[in-house]
């Protein structure tokens, strides 16, 4: 049991107009998130499972997206913050942070480094060099990785020990097969450098869709506490990529069950003030 109502802060999801051409990263297998995830549906999740607020992370790398998501996020006081993407590799960028940055609610950037055919994209000259602005406009840097990128990753972060980063989804571990290492050893690595934190998501949809259990997130889980400890963790949906698997509870729940055991303290600390600590939002 909780010592206290800790405010509860989704630190990752996405809303969409779905269009095809825009979202190809959705294929036959996702075919359900074929269709518009607005603002009303979330509200409609984060009332049924008593969120209070959410950080609202780019699916789609145009400056229309962001834009659109500003402007969502200036209308509905529960989205706390907004990750966006810009074009981190671009000589025009400082210009394009110098135009959000004005905007409360311009959180952090996030590129889509997963689905890029260089596992080394990250360590690129002009990507760097987009990384060592993002402090200049107190902008924080979501890494969407899977456990093959982790190496790259800590070359990254090491080379940027003032720069904010989280991980996203734990770098989506194989829970499908049960396997931990090397994404164990990895993480521990990415772990020892303070700067960065991670998101305790998108994990139902690394298992087996039709078929998880609770229990097949404890060890990974139990391998994000060890590496993080429970001041740099923050609870995620991933909604609505989440619903392949579960419902958005169901979803957040799988963090909130095992958290449980914790004192007060770091409840509170996991469900929302790391989040709004590291965003520099607001909790309430």
């Given at each position: 049991?909780?010592?206290?109502?800790?405010?509860?802060?989704d630190?990752?999801?996405?809303?969409?107009?779905?269009?095809?051409?825009?979202?190809?990263?959705?294929?036959?297998?996702?075919s359900?998130?074929?269709?518009?995830?607005?603002?009303?549906?979330?509200?409609?999740?984060?009332?049924?499972?008593?969120?209070d607020?959410?950080?609202?992370?780019?699916?789609?790398?145009?400056?229309?997206?962001?834009?659109?998501?500003?402007?969502?996020?200036g209308?509905?006081?529960f989205?706390?913050g907004?990750?966006?993407?810009?074009?981190l590799?671009?000589?025009?960028?400082?210009?394009?942070?110098?135009r959000?940055?004005?905007?409360?609610?311009?959180?952090?950037?996030?590129h889509?480094?997963?689905d890029?055919?260089?596992?080394?994209?990250?360590?690129r000259?002009?990507?760097r060099?987009?990384i060592?602005?993002?402090?200049?406009?107190?902008?924080?840097?979501?890494?969407?990785?899977?456990?093959?990128?982790?190496p790259?990753?800590?070359?990254?972060?090491?080379e940027?020990?003032?720069?904010?980063?989280?991980?996203d989804h734990?770098?989506?571990?194989?829970?499908?097969?049960?396997?931990?290492?090397?994404?164990?050893?990895?993480?521990?690595?990415?772990?020892?450098?303070?700067?960065?934190?991670?998101?305790?998501?998108?994990?139902?949809?690394?298992?087996?869709?039709?078929a998880?259990?609770?229990?097949?997130?404890?060890?990974?889980?139990?391998?994000?506490?060890?590496?993080?400890?429970?001041?740099?963790?923050?609870?995620?949906?991933?909604?609505p990529?989440c619903?392949?698997?579960?419902?958005?509870?169901?979803?957040?729940?799988?963090?909130?069950?095992?958290?449980g055991?914790?004192?007060?303290?770091?409840?509170a600390a996991?469900?929302?003030?790391?989040?709004?600590?590291?965003?520099?939002?607001a909790?309430?």
């Amino acid at each position: 049991m909780q010592d206290k109502k800790a405010t509860t802060i989704d630190a990752h999801h996405h809303l969409w107009h779905y269009s095809a051409a825009e979202y190809g990263w959705i294929d036959d297998s996702m075919s359900e998130l074929r269709r518009d995830f607005l603002i009303a549906d979330l509200e409609r999740e984060l009332t049924g499972a008593g969120v209070d607020g959410t950080i609202v992370v780019q699916a789609q790398q145009t400056d229309e997206e962001t834009r659109w998501l500003l402007e969502l996020a200036g209308e509905h006081s529960f989205i706390r913050g907004v990750v966006g993407w810009v074009d981190l590799c671009s000589a025009e960028l400082r210009g394009q942070l110098e135009r959000l940055a004005g905007d409360s609610k311009f959180a952090g950037v996030r590129h889509v480094v997963q689905d890029e055919p260089d596992d080394a994209f990250m360590l690129r000259e002009d990507f760097r060099r987009g990384i060592g602005l993002l402090r200049e406009f107190d902008l924080t840097y979501d890494l969407l990785l899977h456990p093959r990128h982790l190496p790259f990753a800590v070359r990254l972060v090491e080379e940027f020990p003032e720069q904010p980063f989280v991980l996203d989804h734990l770098a989506k571990p194989f829970i499908a097969r049960g396997e931990i290492s090397p994404w164990r050893e990895e993480l521990h690595a990415l772990a020892k450098l303070p700067n960065v934190m991670c998101k305790l998501s998108g994990m139902m949809t690394e298992a087996k869709w039709d078929a998880w259990r609770p229990e097949d997130f404890s060890p990974y889980l139990d391998v994000a506490f060890e590496a993080f400890g429970a001041d740099r963790l923050m609870i995620g949906s991933d909604w609505p990529v989440c619903t392949l698997a579960a419902e958005y509870d169901a979803a957040m729940q799988i963090v909130m069950e095992y958290v449980g055991r914790l004192s007060g303290d770091e409840q509170a600390a996991i469900l929302g003030e790391n989040c709004a600590g590291f965003y520099g939002v607001a909790e309430s």
